[in-house]
């Protein structure tokens, strides 16, 4: 064996036994983090349902609740939506589940919308709509409860916040309800069980991109 040949294979040894020594410590290493996955699930075992809260600057709060809500129908649970802003057109949202046979859909009258501002008549709505959620946040028969876009009803005044926080915490032991808008009432932040905040990295829309049916509605 020349002396090029055996320092080759003494540094193939070495660059193996390396290789070996990185996979053993990838090895423990992920064994320990699902040591403390696992008893972390193992601690978890109070069952019922949950609040989850929905914030930020960016796309996707309204969306990724309704893909919730897609789950909880695909197990077969009865879902409500309550819309707390009237668009100037069906959403796609709507025109899905609104006839679906187990969801009850409902998005508020005259009332709160993006293009004009009549506060009476915003309040009067915002009334009625909540009126119709806290009905539906009594309700044992529904296990998924959507209240789309609720906190900008508290950013302006229309409702009051702890009535909404005293709801959540009367409804039905498993009843999961989620809800969304930009920002919301610390009093919200601080009794919800999970709060997730969506950042607006970059928008179509911000490079003149035109809103279009099938993504903003």
Do not use: C
């Not at 709801?167 to 032991?173: I, M």
């Amino acid at each position: 064996m020349t002396d090029t040949t055996r320092d080759k294979t003494s540094s193939e040894l070495k660059s193996t036994e390396k290789t070996a020594e990185q996979a053993d410590k990838n090895e423990a290493r992920l064994l320990k983090k699902k040591a403390i996955v696992d008893e972390r699930i193992a601690a978890a075992t109070e069952e019922r349902g949950v609040t989850i809260l929905l914030t930020g600057n960016g796309k996707g709060k309204s969306s990724s609740a309704f893909g919730t809500m897609a789950r909880a129908l695909g197990h077969g649970q009865k879902s409500a939506v309550i819309q707390f802003i009237k668009g100037r057109k069906a959403t796609g949202e709507q025109l899905f589940f609104g006839s679906h046979p187990l969801v009850d859909f409902h998005v508020m009258g005259h009332g709160f919308t993006w293009e004009t501002r009549n506060p009476e008549l915003e309040k009067e709505a915002a009334e009625q709509a909540w009126a119709l959620a806290k009905k539906v946040l009594s309700d044992p028969s529904v296990h998924f409860v959507l209240l789309d876009e609720i906190t900008y009803m508290y950013k302006y005044g229309y409702l009051n916040e702890v009535d909404l926080v005293a709801a959540l915490a009367a409804r039905p032991a498993h009843q999961n309800v989620m809800m969304t808008g930009r920002t919301a009432p610390r009093v919200l932040l601080d009794n919800v069980d999970t709060h997730s905040k969506i950042a607006n990295e970059r928008h179509a829309f911000a490079n003149g991109v035109k809103a279009q049916i099938g993504i903003e509605w």
